[in-house]
């Protein structure tokens, strides 16, 4: 027979273990965004965000306008001291259900993170790429009218 009580104590140990992992990942990235916002005096905001689009039409689909929408992440940021910024994409996002690993995209690359400091790391390579500088130099130029 087989022990659902088992595989239901396993399941309690999986949910604790991943909302440990999520809370590690959030606060990696309040970290970032502080740090990011004490530099800058507050002009640059960093975190993760949602987004949507239409998948790839699908030629033979006969009503393309009722495909479903794919829902990805980023990490973006944005100057919180302008209002209407403009969102900058910085990298795409994927996470896991259990939390790690996460993999982050950009420039042609993906990264995956098993830990809390091989996100960081990631984090800290992300921000020394030339093109996400000047994503950032451009949002803290702003200036309101």
């Known amino acids: 027979m087989t022990d659902y009580v088992s595989a239901f104590e396993q ?3 999986a949910a604790e273990e991943a909302d440990r992992t999520r809370k590690e990942i959030e606060k990696i990235f309040s970290d970032l965004d502080l740090q990011i916002k004490e530099k800058t005096a507050g002009k640059i905001s960093i975190s993760i965000e949602e987004r949507e689009r239409e998948r790839s039409p699908n030629i033979l ?3 393309p306008m009722f495909e479903p929408k794919y ?3 980023v990490i973006s940021a944005h100057n919180p ?3 209407e910024s403009p969102v900058k994409i910085l990298a795409e996002w994927t996470q896991d259900r259990r939390g790690y690993p996460c993999k982050i ?3 042609g690359s993906v990264t995956s993170c098993e830990d809390g400091e091989a996100l ?3 984090l800290a390579e992300l921000l020394t790429d030339p093109i996400v500088g000047e994503k950032l130099y451009a949002l803290m130029r ?4």
Do not use: Q, R
């Open 11 to 13: 399941g309690l140990l």
């Open 61 to 63: 689909s006969a009503f």
């Open 71 to 73: 829902k990805y992440h």
């Open 81 to 83: 001291k302008i209002p």
């Open 105 to 107: 995209e950009w420039g």
């Open 120 to 122: 960081e790391n990631t």
């Open 142 to 145: 702003l200036t309101e009218d």
